[in-house]
């Protein structure tokens, strides 16, 4: 798998994110600066890593959505490619109109730094394939905008087209106000776009890949692309 | 020419924010706030004199940028 992570800046989590995709995929990925117009050719996911890009000025993702790099990220993702944004990703994805609705402010106001159990939705996409439908996964989050708003419209049809991938839950997997950490409408943590190529979430699955950090929980959706890109090869 | 661009939440959007700082005035003992909702001023100075021209730039540059029209209505004032 040949990975493509963007870097805009105020960026934080980039390295990170290289580090669980060289582990899991074998490839260092291309790491692409934002004033790019290009993808590297034969790029296989489009990574938009967590951080701070531009200090969150305006809204947060707002100015990175609109930097170069984004046009061939568009064009990519209409082809079918694949893309992951995470944390600031999903916000940027947002904001760019590659995903619907927008991460408001905590519901708590709080930043919330901390693991969360998550429950896999469904099993067969492409961002969730090295996981079982229902399974729980316990992946860090670290953000105090990531409440997921959209108009009634858009909620109901993200649910009736099956793509609320993951939602917040308990350890043992129920979806409940105590376990939504931020607010977000119907607990969701991570949508697809329409054409299911384009994966948003808050949480990091980056962190959680290897014994040394207490959980490796997150490798299933790495692993899962990989796998996924394998078959279709 | 000066111009002001007023954002503000769409009504029905949660505003945490606001509502914060309304609990912060009502502690203050200002009177008589009923609610607060949070928004942004952009005050912008524009090359050429032409109005309609101007209007027009503001109204792109909110839409492209200043405002997220998912959540938020703008207003373009020229001063």
Known sequence: MKSAILVFPGINRERDMARALKLISGHEPAMVWHAETSLPAGTDLVVVPGGFSYGDYLRCGAIAARAPIMNAVRDYAAKGGLVLGVCNGFQILCEAGLLPGVLMRNAGLKFVCRDVHLRVERSDTPFTRGYNAGQVIRVPVAHGEGNYEADEETLKRLEGEGRVLYRYCSPEGVVDDFGNINGAAHSIAGIVNEAGNVLGMMPHPENHVEPIMGCTDGRGLFAGLVAHLDRAA | ?79
């Open chain 2, 1 to 79: 020419m000066k111009a002001r661009v007023t954002v503000t939440l769409k009504s029905g959007i949660l505003d945490p924010q606001g509502k914060a700082i309304e609990g912060a005035l009502k502690s203050l003992g200002v009177d008589g706030v009923a609610s607060v909702r949070q928004g942004k001023v952009f005050d912008i100075e524009l090359a050429g004199a032409d109005r309609a021209k101007a209007e027009a730039a503001l109204k792109e540059a909110a839409d492209k940028l200043l405002a997220n029209t998912v959540i938020e209505n703008y207003r373009v004032e020229l001063l």
